[in-house]
């Protein structure tokens, strides 16, 4: 069993930055391949960054150059680094772990990964 908890949403003005974070615990390959997905009112869920094991990152077109997915693995916790946040990045953000799925690029299915955390809002102003 792996178990998520997301912290570091709020609200941001357009042009701004913040960082999320995910607490990981439980069984230790929980720290494997991790990603970060997100979910728009009204909208599907859909992936935004993914980490494999070897650190390997991968971005969803919309977020390249903006955002960052790392990860320390002394303290179990991953990151997401977003930077000019835009009102269209207004959404719940969900991190979510799956050592086998999660470690080869953006998942096509995202409804059959692991593990989920309960999210953390981030709502962008303009």
């Known amino acids: 069993q792996v178990h998520l908890v997301e912290s570091g949403g709020g609200s941001v003005q357009a042009g701004g930055s913040t960082r999320l974070t995910c607490s990981v615990s439980?069984?230790?390959?929980?720290?494997?391949?991790l990603g970060w997905f997100r979910q728009a009112p009204g909208q599907e869920r859909e992936g935004v960054a993914v980490i494999n094991g070897v650190g390997r990152p991968t971005y969803t077109d919309s977020v390249k150059g903006r955002f960052t997915i790392s990860r320390d693995m002394a303290k179990n916790t991953l990151y997401l680094q977003m930077n000019t946040l835009k009102p269209e990045d207004t959404a719940m953000y969900y991190c979510?772990?799956?050592?086998?799925?999660?470690?080869?690029?953006?998942?096509?299915?995202?409804?059959?990964?692991?593990?989920w955390g309960q999210g953390t809002q981030v709502t962008v102003s303009s």
């Open positions: 439980g069984d230790a390959r929980g720290m494997y391949c």
């Open positions: 979510a772990s799956d050592p086998g799925r999660l470690c080869h690029g953006m998942p096509p299915f995202i409804d059959r990964l692991s593990y």
